[in-house]
């Protein structure tokens, strides 16, 4: 319990008052089990000192002064060297500073402490595997954290930290049975996170030139998840390859189905269509029966393109205007259109056209921000790079809000 609250103790945005709470208790329970019965008034004396010190340091910490808590806790270790939860104290702050050197040498000197009561060692090998976490040693990070689970198979926590390193090595196979070992534990949604770890395997057997297995994965994570938007783009990307066209197509119209906020992703992929299919009737009945049911500015922006493949500039003028009345800041339908101008000789209408265009040009269209922490990342990303959660990023549209 004493080494959960040192650690509890550095959390921010703990309560003054309940930390002076669990403080009390930590110092009677400090004082309480480190009187030996031999030469009990010498022990006292020490005791005293090194009391003295760690209270001085819990002070410090509460008035977020590490450097001066890290003095303290040092001079307690030094008066007596049996306190565990002084080291543990001191190991998570030299940690939370990042001199990760001295917080594995600490933790490492409690693991080899002889007779030390097992769930302090296994809380210790623990935040060890914190440690060298955080130092960028991800193997010895793996390890360690595998060794805590062969003790204690059952805890969440741990198994956590396993996944979030499998996925940091792209060990997407690994990563995958660690999640289905939570699952198993913890109640929850854990399909979507299955889902994604089996497309990303997938893409890596793609990527190897094995379409097969990458197939099978990418169907395997459509019946996990069907709401899975990445598994349906790149089994439909499988079925482009093979030229069966038509497959494809119905695959990415998945997409606009269960997603309509990212049927973008679908459309710039049957523009690919465009130079590889002779037929391209099934594109543009695609494209039309979206426009008809889900009318945003990327389905007309989308059927502005094929319709101007297909020699019809004024039909795409057409579109391209729909989709400026939904979204006026949708600066790749302006540019789009000012090239089919052009291509038509229209100067005089690009002038009319083009004025305002350069307030509209440094401002990206696609934005996505992160439903979660906030964070905004230059592209669509499944996986938020700074909270670590499946998809919570989403599109903001045209009047900052997120999908």
Not at 91 to 100: A, E, T, V
Not at 230 to 249: N, T, V
Not at 297 to 322: P, Q
Request: with cysteine.
């Amino acid at each position: 319990m004493l080494q959960s609250i040192s650690q509890w103790l550095l959390e921010p945005g703990v309560r003054q008052i309940l930390i002076v709470s669990v403080i009390a208790l930590l110092i009677g329970l400090f004082l309480g089990f480190r009187i030996r019965p031999a030469n009990k008034e010498k022990k006292k004396t020490i005791a005293s000192k090194g009391d003295k010190s760690f209270f001085k340091g819990i002070q410090y910490l509460l008035s977020d002064d590490q450097d001066q808590a890290i003095e303290e806790f040092t001079k307690s270790v030094q008066v007596n060297s049996d306190t565990i939860e002084t080291y543990v104290a001191l190991g998570n702050l030299y940690r939370s500073k990042g001199d990760i050197d001295r917080a594995i040498r600490i933790r490492q000197n409690i693991v080899l402490r002889p007779n030390l009561d097992q769930r302090i060692k296994i809380r210790a090998i623990f935040d060890l595997g914190k440690d060298y976490r955080k130092g960028g040693f991800l193997n010895r990070a793996l390890k360690t954290f595998l060794e805590v689970e062969r003790h204690d198979p059952s805890d969440v926590k741990t198994l956590r930290e396993i996944e979030k390193i499998y996925e940091e090595l792209k060990d997407w196979e690994n990563a995958y049975d660690t999640r289905q070992k939570i699952a198993r534990l913890e109640k929850g949604d854990h399909e979507h996170i299955l889902a994604h770890h089996l497309v990303e395997a997938g893409k890596i057997c793609q990527d190897k030139g094995d379409p097969g297995r990458a197939k099978s994965l990418f169907s395997k994570a459509v019946s996990t998840d069907r709401r899975c938007v990445d598994a349906y783009l790149h089994l439909g990307d499988l079925y482009f390859a093979k030229q069966e066209y038509k497959k494809a197509i119905a695959t990415w119209k998945k997409v606009v189905e269960i997603t309509p906020q990212f049927t973008f992703l679908a459309y710039r992929r049957l523009e690919g269509a465009y130079s590889r299919m002779k037929d391209l009737e099934p594109v543009g009945n695609f494209l039309k029966e979206c426009s008809r049911s889900n009318a945003d500015a990327f389905t007309h922006m989308a059927l502005a393109r094929y319709l101007n493949n297909e020699s019809d500039a004024e039909a795409a003028l057409g579109e391209i205007e729909k989709a400026l009345e939904l979204d006026p800041s949708f600066w790749e339908a302006r540019r789009f259109k000012g090239e089919i101008l052009l291509n038509q000789g229209r100067e005089r209408d690009v002038i009319n056209e083009y004025r305002d265009l350069i307030a509209h040009l440094n401002v990206p269209y696609l934005r996505f921000q992160c439903a979660h922490c906030g964070f905004e990342p230059a592209e669509l990303q499944w996986k938020c790079p700074q909270c670590n959660r499946w998809d919570t990023i989403g599109l903001i549209d045209s009047k900052g809000a997120a999908g």
